[in-house]
């Protein structure tokens, strides 16, 4: 009896495995033969990857299909999205960012101002945008993506005297509101994000801001961003 448990143990673990492995494409049989138009999710089993995705013929068909990595093979998956794209994988394109470092190019009689520390962390709307997941055989993944966006924070500024052309009084200091707004050019590894910003201004919400002279003019700058999980559900 127990002879015969053992054979079928055997017979059963031999029929799964061969199973799995006819199942699975190898990465260059997928590539040129089965792969899909668009990939919505990649679920990972150590060398073994499970796509999940539709193909242009037939878009309301889900398909699954599993792609089997050998040691130095790499899959990378490429898609360019944008918030006019229809689909069916839609993630909220949102990052929170923070742009702690801004030049103010010269005033007048003011020279370029740069200054720098976290006062303003607000949402990054991106755009447009290419994206590239690479999946590893050992079953790490990274992921790249470059995109233009939209920035919009409220920001806090420190007002004087000299600042607001005598608006205040010799001595005082003010700290006021603003609407912080920008085009954003950003690179993003896995969910850390460094922005550029080309062009940006800040809007004044009270009277006193609006005296301040770089009230409504351009500034440019450097940004870092993350991308939470929680604005990543389909």
């Not at 999710?41 to 796509?51: F, G, H, P």
């Not at 200054?115 to 290419?130: E, K, P």
């Not at 079953?139 to 806090?156: C, D, E, N, Q, R």
């Not at 050019?185 to 550029?196: D, R």
């Amino acid at each position: 009896m127990k002879k015969q448990l053992t054979l079928l143990t055997i017979l059963f673990s031999s029929f799964t495995c061969f199973s799995q492995t006819k199942d699975a494409y190898m990465l260059s049989d997928y590539s040129k033969n089965h792969q899909l138009d668009h990939v919505i999710e990649v679920e990972s089993n150590k060398d073994t990857l499970t796509l999940s995705g539709y193909n242009k013929s037939n878009d309301s068909l889900l398909l699954r299909i599993k792609v089997k990595l050998k040691r130095y093979d790499v899959l990378a998956i490429n898609e360019w999205h944008s918030i006019f794209n229809k689909g069916h994988f839609k993630p909220l394109p949102i990052s929170i960012t923070t742009v702690p470092f801004k030049v103010r190019p010269e005033l007048d009689e003011f020279r370029t101002n740069a200054t720098s520390g976290i006062t303003n962390v607000g949402l990054n709307l991106d755009l447009g945008r290419w994206k590239t997941e690479r999946y590893f055989a050992s079953g790490k993944k990274s992921t790249h993506k470059f995109y233009g966006g939209i920035w919009l924070a409220p920001s806090v500024e420190e007002l004087d005297s000299l600042q607001t052309r005598g608006f205040l009084a010799k001595g005082t200091a003010s700290k006021q509101l603003f609407i912080s707004t920008a085009l954003t050019l950003n690179y993003t590894y896995n969910n850390f994000t460094f922005t550029f910003v080309p062009v940006g201004f800040d809007i004044a919400t009270s009277s006193v801001g609006k005296e301040w002279i770089y009230n409504r003019e351009r500034w440019w700058g450097f940004g870092i961003g993350l991308e939470p999980k929680f604005f990543k559900s389909n």
